[in-house]
């Protein structure tokens, strides 16, 4: 009897031992391709985790939208389904954070030095203090750059944005960029583009080159336009519930896995954009023009009411937060 309970307890203990040797699984979900800023440097995190943790956890990248599209990520996250998200900073208004809108407004960051003060900022800080309450802990901001627009038709004045029905993400500053340009705007999830715009459900879009190559977008858009007119940047997220209750000494290595992993991904962004114009001059399919700075200037002047349109929305305080790190 008693070696039957001691034989029982030995695997009891085994079995518990066995358990907490599993690892513990993030899955990161996202919606572009491997081989962009933000795919590659989620596996740039994934190789960092799994190594600092000694494989204590298991680091799951999902791209492409393989496992969600853009809205549902973020009610996947909030509901624990997924651990890690990167979705871009025009896609948190419709869970009630419209703030994040504030890098949507056109031409509001001179260069990538103010941007990336303003996100390791009061601004940033900011943004993620919003986020604590639906239950979502911002880690890092990633950058991808900044965005060109393409359509079937040269682009050169405003004018000849006139009735485009132009693809945007779920960002209500977008909204206003586009009819600002005379355009008519249509929300769609980034996996659903390409082909929207292959069937002509839309005629253009707006997105930073190493988007629009990685999805084929010029094989089925004839022109596009160097305007950097405005940002597409990151924020990583995690379920706050998750990141609350992890080992302290794992939250702490997957901190450090996280800070390498956005100076590894700011390093790239800038090349791979342009690698991929490249990419897109090389395959001859689509006309590039680059704004010179005259024209460039008379897009600024039409699109800079859109700040002041959206200053309550996004708040005056943080908009001159912006301005005042710019200046
Ligand atoms: C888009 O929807 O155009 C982008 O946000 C996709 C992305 O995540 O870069």
């Not at 899955?27 to 740039?44: I, L, N, Y």
């Not at 996280?258 to 791979?272: G, L, P, S, V």
């Not at 490249?278 to 800079?304: G, H, N």
Request: glycine letters at 6%; hydrophobic letters at 40%; charged letters at 25%.
């Amino acid at each position: 009897m008693k070696s039957l309970s001691a034989l029982c307890s030995a695997v009891l203990l085994s079995l518990s031992l066995a358990a907490s040797a599993d690892p513990i699984i993030i899955k990161f979900s996202h919606v572009v391709a491997p081989d962009t800023p933000k795919g590659r440097a989620a596996e740039k995190f994934k190789q960092l985790a799994e190594e600092k943790t000694h494989g204590r956890v298991k680091v799951e990248v999902y791209p492409n939208s393989q496992l969600y599209k853009d809205r549902e990520e973020l009610e996947a996250l909030q509901l624990g389904s997924v651990q890690m998200l990167a979705p871009s900073l025009s896609k948190f208004g419709p869970m009630g954070a419209r703030e994040f809108e504030v890098f949507d407004l056109p031409y509001i960051f001179p260069n990538s030095t103010v941007l990336h003060r303003v996100m390791d900022g009061v601004v940033g800080n900011k943004l993620f203090a919003k986020l604590d309450s639906k239950g979502v802990t911002g880690l890092a901001f990633w950058d991808n750059g900044f965005k060109q627009m393409s359509s079937n038709r040269p682009m050169h004045t405003m004018a000849d944005f006139k009735g485009l029905k132009m693809r945007i993400q779920s960002s209500k500053v977008l909204d206003a960029e586009m009819k600002a340009f005379g355009a008519v705007p249509q929300v769609m999830a980034f996996s659903e583009v390409y082909s929207a715009l292959q069937q002509g459900v839309v005629d253009g879009t707006e997105n930073p080159v190493s988007n629009f190559y990685t999805q084929k977008m010029n094989e089925v858009q004839k022109n596009m336009t160097i305007s950097n007119h405005g940002y597409l940047g990151y924020a990583v997220v995690t379920n706050k519930q998750f990141w609350d209750g992890l080992p302290a000494d794992i939250r702490s290595e997957l901190t450090a896995a996280m800070k390498e992993a956005t100076e590894f991904e700011r390093d790239i962004a800038q090349k791979d954009n342009d690698d991929a114009l490249e990419k897109v001059r090389a395959a001859k399919t689509t006309e590039i023009y680059v704004l010179p700075d005259s024209e460039r200037e008379a897009w600024r002047k039409a699109l800079l009411p859109v700040h002041a349109q959206f200053a309550d929305v996004i708040g005056k305080d943080l908009i001159q937060d912006v301005y005042d790190v710019a200046a």
